[in-house]
């Protein structure tokens, strides 16, 4: 089965509230990373967390990782009409970059103007 | 940063007939691509990693006679759907790990996807 489980599924948020996606895995891991999805696009990379790290920012964006509980959030602030978009994450079980990601089932974010 | 490119974007084809789909590696070499497929609103499914100089490697219950892959350069890996149906439509991904001097630690570079329409 997939690891990566998102939720919510779908976010509906008005424009300057933050948004909050989480994220589960199944298997131990080195990294995680989330990446967007504008629809019909394809995926852009948002950050990457390695296991030994617990908090990682970039701009508005702000990614935990518990390894613990075998769970991400990605935190978006100050949320923008054009932060629409699904978010994804992903893991690279076998850690060795040359396999391919296991991605988990997203949540469609929809902020509103 | 590492560019992958797709081509085409979309395309529609009739039943029966036979698509190809090309994602290059722009600006660095990739031995490596993987092919990921898309349904509306779902989340993306490996079908297959391309190898270059070798067969590729199909995940389970991905036919690999009715998705031939050709990893034909250093650059270029080739999805070809063959005998199309309408269950095939759907939205196809490539991507390629980038060399170690253009990743950050195991960064993945992805195509922008090509929307595959069979009528």
């Known amino acids: 089965s997939q690891q990566g489980e998102e939720d919510p ?20 891991i080195n990294n995680l990373q989330w990446y967007r999805q504008n629809s019909g696009r394809g995926l852009v990379h948002l950050i990457l967390i390695r296991s030994n790290e617990r908090e990682k920012h ?42 391919p990601l296991v991605f988990g089932k997203g949540t469609r974010l929809s902020v509103i103007a | 940063g590492a560019v992958v490119s797709q081509h085409p974007s979309r ?3 009739k039943s029966g007939t036979s ?4 994602c290059r590696s722009l600006d660095f070499q990739a031995t490596t691509m993987f092919w990921y497929r898309q349904f509306p609103k779902k989340s993306l499914m490996l079908m ?7 067969k590729a490697t199909y995940e389970q219950g991905v036919e690999k ?8 350069s250093l650059t ?16 196809y991904i490539c991507s390629a790990p980038g ?3 253009l990743r950050a630690y195991n960064e993945q570079f992805f195509g922008p996807g090509t929307r595959l329409t069979v009528l």
């Open chain 1, 9 to 28: 599924q779908a976010l509906s948020i008005q424009e300057g509230e933050n948004a909050t996606m989480n994220c589960s895995y199944k298997t131990s």
């Open chain 1, 58 to 99: 970039s701009g508005r964006l702000r990614v935990t990782l518990d390894t613990s509980k075998k769970s991400s959030s990605l935190l978006i602030t100050a949320s923008r009409a054009a932060d629409t978009a699904s978010y994804f994450c992903a893991t690279d079980p076998r850690n060795s970059g040359n396999t």
């Open chain 2, 11 to 13: 395309v529609i084809c």
């Open chain 2, 19 to 22: 698509v190809k789909i090309e």
């Open chain 2, 48 to 54: 297959a990693t391309s190898n270059e100089g070798s």
């Open chain 2, 65 to 72: 006679d009715k998705f031939l892959i050709n990893h034909a």
């Open chain 2, 76 to 91: 270029l890996s080739t999805l070809t759907v063959t005998s199309a149906h309408p269950e095939d439509s759907s939205f």
């Open chain 2, 99 to 101: 060399t170690s001097g």
